[in-house]
């Protein structure tokens, strides 16, 4: 044999392994990608068993929180005979920011919409208590205060914290 002919049987024969793993490599490429699928499939679905508890957790302490700082809640919690304006006042926008706080991080369990929603309801309770307060005379007491937020409350037509709580109720429906 010269070198010509075992160079050419050497070229054909890695040529036929070449394409013999090629071969092989096509055929078990679906089925390997089909593996790996299944395996991120079963991890997001562990995954999603263990963030739904948490989810609708974030989503009940959502509607707590909306019916904590509800000012007809508030006044009835936060009210003592005799209560001055200003410790009414400062009573209840401690109490919205305290459950602010304390619910803060369900927002990494809910829809940012319903997120926003919910800051922006909690701002504007703090603005209401606060025209309240200044639209009453300084020697206003704190039954006065309530009836001015209580009065503001009943003019408005729907009222936001019910619609709050029905949009994280939809939230909460999304998830199943």
Do not use: C
């Amino acid at each position: 044999m010269n070198i010509q002919q075992i160079l050419t049987d050497v070229v054909i024969l890695f040529a036929g392994i070449f394409m013999a793993l090629m071969g092989v490599y096509y055929i078990l490429k679906n089925d390997i990608q089909r593996f790996f699928n299944l395996k991120e499939i079963e991890l997001n679905k562990e995954s999603r068993a263990h963030l739904l508890p948490l989810r609708l957790q974030a989503h009940e302490r959502l509607i707590i929180f909306t019916d904590r700082i509800n000012p007809a809640n508030l006044l009835v919690r936060l009210h003592q005979q005799g209560i001055g304006i200003s410790t009414l006042q400062a009573g209840i926008l401690n109490e919205v920011k305290s459950e602010y706080q304390h619910n803060i991080t369900q927002q990494l369990y809910v829809d940012s919409i319903t997120w926003n929603v919910v800051r922006k309801l909690k701002d504007d309770t703090i603005a209401m208590i606060n025209n309240a307060v200044g639209g009453l005379p300084a020697d206003a007491n704190g039954i006065e205060l309530s009836k001015a937020i209580l009065t503001h409350m009943a003019g408005i037509d729907e009222n936001p914290y019910d619609l709050t709580i029905e949009l994280v109720k939809k939230d909460i429906q999304r998830l199943f």
